[in-house]
């Protein structure tokens, strides 16, 4: 980092923020997480690199959402979705529908969950994207289990144990596997 302070190079700076956010978030240091976070979007937001300031605003937004501060995580969710948008980043704005239905859901505004879970999937499978794709329909059959919407649940597990076999990523599958053991009230081993 002091090598780009050096070079006055603020993108390489506010990268470097940005990933060492990442580590520390992993690392269970959310107050670290977040000065690095809110550093790198101010460095962003004055270089005007609007990809750079929604994956910032995403990660801020997750931590916002871990250390409970849901209405701030919302407002870096729908920034971030803005900007993902405008630049047209299909996997960062399902990505970031993704994690802003899982706020939703928490808070059990079901509607709210379903509209962006559903935004997400279709965006996953407009890029093919298994993981992502079996997650979210995961998330789906979840919303509709709690609505009493057993049709819809069966649905969308269905295409989410789709969707983790071709992912082919043992901890996908253990995922899916793991929503609908919860949703039957039992364990699965196998699809």
């Known amino acids: 980092m002091e090598l780009y302070r050096v ?16 580590l520390e978030k992993r690392l269970g240091k959310i107050a670290e997480a977040e000065q690095r976070y ?20 995403k990660s801020l937004g997750d931590v916002e959402t871990e250390a409970g501060n849901l209405g701030v995580a919302q407002d870096h969710y729908e ?8 630049g047209g980043r299909t996997l960062g704005l399902a990505n970031t529908l993704q ?7 928490s808070q059990k505004r079901f509607k709210e969950a379903t509209e962006h879970y559903t935004t997400a999937r279709d965006l996953y499978r407009l890029e093919r994207h298994m993981t992502g794709l079996a997650y979210t329909c995961s998330e789906l059959a ?6 009493f919407d057993f049709a819809g649940s069966i649905e969308h597990l269905t295409e989410a144990v789709a969707a983790a076999k071709a992912s082919n990523a043992q901890s996908v599958i253990e995922y899916v596997q793991g929503v609908q053991g919860e949703i039957h009230g039992k364990s699965l081993t196998t699809f």
């Open 38 to 57: 809110t550093q790198a979007i101010a460095i962003y937001r004055s270089e005007g690199a609007s990809l750079g300031l929604a994956n910032s605003l």
């Open 79 to 86: 920034q971030a979705i803005e900007l993902y948008r405008k």
């Open 7 to 22: 070079e006055k190079n603020n993108i390489g700076l506010a990268n470097s923020l940005q990933s060492l956010g990442d």
């Open 99 to 105: 994690s802003l239905g899982d706020l939703e859901r």
């Open 142 to 147: 979840r919303v509709s289990h709690a609505v």
